[in-house]
T-cell receptor
Framework: EAGVTQSPTHLIKTRGQQATLRCSPISGHTSVYWYQQALGLGLQFLLW???????NRGNFPPRFSGRQFPNYSSELNVNALELEDSALYLCASSFQDRGIGELFFGEGSRLTVL | AQSVAQPEDQVNVAEGNPLTVKCTYS??????LFWYVQYPNRGLQFLLK??????LVKGSYGFEAEFNKSQTSFHLKKPSALVSDSALYFC????????????FGGGTRVLVKP
């Protein structure tokens, strides 16, 4: 069974540009979570989507946004890129209605802002 | 708010010796606790979780964790460390009313020396 897949693996942008990151969850999972892992800052929660709706949002500015598609895949958009947006962006998926489940993570997309 | 703390940035241990990675938690109500491992330039891999029941939880790759309610701790342990266990370890707690969203500790880097 395929795990969580993320694309692209690496992305290089310049300040002010926009970045789009994509995530495909494990088959059957309806929830997708996005995390930012910046150097020295640990894992910071960005967004949670379930059944196509944004359910919860972390403490990030509005230029971080996303969506979830009918097939449960998800997209994270970062507008007006700043240097401090350079980080590894991790996507995770889980079942939503099967008790206390763990998150399954993808390998991440590394965004570098120059 | 739920939170976990990992008091050690790095743990050094000789191969074959016991490994312990510390985690303390602060939650209201029953805690749902998790351990993940991250190898260089990779996503997070699930090791184990505590939901309820036995205080000693067994997980993947020979790891186990001990839940201690009185000390609000959930330390990760391995009886005999391998060089291949060298990685970044994260403790996490499940947030209330946020699906399976996890809040992570800052991480502990484990270095196992031959």
């Amino acid at each position: 069974e395929a795990g969580v897949t993320q694309s692209p693996t690496h992305l290089i942008k310049t300040r002010g540009q926009q970045a789009t990151l994509r995530c495909s969850p494990i088959s059957g999972h309806t929830s997708v979570y996005w995390y930012q892992q910046a150097l020295g800052l640990g894992l910071q929660f960005l967004l949670w989507y379930d059944e196509g709706e944004e359910r919860n949002r972390g403490n990030f500015p509005p230029r971080f946004s996303g969506r979830q598609f009918p097939n449960y895949s998800s997209e994270l958009n970062v507008n007006a890129l700043e240097l401090e947006d350079s980080a590894l962006y991790l996507c995770a998926s889980s079942f939503q209605d099967r008790g206390i489940g763990e998150l399954f993570f993808g390998e991440g997309s590394r965004l570098t802002v120059l | 708010a739920q939170s976990v703390a990992q008091p050690e940035d790095q743990v050094n241990v000789a191969e074959g010796n016991p490994l312990t990675v510390k985690c303390t938690y602060s939650v209201s109500g029953n805690p749902y606790l998790f351990w993940y491992v991250q190898y260089p330039n990779r996503g997070l891999q699930f090791l184990l979780k505590y939901i309820t029941g036995d205080n000693l939880v067994k997980g993947s790759y020979g790891f186990e964790a001990e839940f201690n309610k009185s000390q609000t701790s959930f330390h990760l342990k391995k009886p005999s460390a391998l060089v291949s266990d060298s990685a970044l370890y994260f403790c996490a707690v499940r947030e209330r009313a946020a699906g399976n969203k996890l809040t992570f500790g800052g991480g502990t880097r484990v270095l196992v020396k031959p």
